[in-house]
């Protein structure tokens, strides 16, 4: 079975802190990995995924598969990205996402 | 840039009533999505639609719901008889599996309040 487990519902920081949001995985195969994020009043969009190996937003996620985690950090966290974070996984056969529960990443001032 | 446009943006029905949410999805995507997400839940799969039929669906996915593709632009979900418990947002996704890049666009939502 797939399985996608972010393991805080709420991480709130100050600005300026590091801040790592957890995902963890459970999956026979060699899925791909994403984060999305969600805005306030705004829709699901892609922030990055695992193949890309980019820094988007200052945000980077290595996929660990001996610890099957895909943890989304930042060194400095800002203000503008409190939002709620969802990690997902797509099979290679790529016709179905699972998403994890999500995480609230509040950053105050 | 291209947008996965969805309506109505918030509809409120009457339990037993019959709900269509209505879906455009990108023009050149082949691989259509409907997901809901319960108030303060997590992103629910219900459905994936390819080449003009269901490819996948959930176990949430039963039979008062369904979904067409009337017209090769708009993709549609029909819930026939809704129940408090449909409350919830509904996205409408899309994805081009010609493009190399496993990524799933987005709507914005529709809002489905039973009373």
């Known amino acids: 079975a797939q399985r996608v487990t972010q393991p805080e519902k709420l991480l709130s920081v100050f600005k300026g802190a590091p801040v790592e949001l957890k995902c963890n995985y459970s999956y026979s195969g060699s899925p791909e990995l994403f984060w999305y994020v969600q805005y306030s009043r705004q829709r699901l969009q892609l922030l990055l995924r695992?193949?890309s190996r980019e820094s988007i937003k200052g945000f980077t996620a290595d996929l660990n598969k001996g610890e099957t985690s895909f943890h989304l950090k930042k060194p400095f966290a800002q203000e503008e990205d409190s939002a709620m974070y969802y990690c997902a996984l797509s099979p290679y056969n790529f016709n179905k996402f699972y998403f994890g529960s999500g995480t609230k990443l509040n950053v105050k001032p | 840039e291209p947008e996965v446009t969805q309506t109505p943006s918030h509809q409120v029905t009457q339990m037993g009533q019959e709900v269509i949410l209505r879906c455009v999805p990108i023009s050149n995507h082949l691989y259509f999505y409907w997901y809901r997400q319960i108030l303060g839940q997590k992103v629910e799969f219900l459905v994936s639609f390819y080449n003009n039929e269901i490819s996948e669906k959930s176990e949430i996915f039963d039979d008062q719901f369904s979904v067409e593709r009337p017209d090769g632009s708009n993709f549609t979900l029909k819930i026939r008889s809704t129940k408090l418990e449909d409350s919830a947002m509904y996205f409408c996704a899309s994805q081009d599996p010609n493009s190399g890049a496993n990524v799933l666009t987005f709507g914005a939502g529709s809002r489905l309040t039973v009373l």
């Open positions: 695992h193949i």
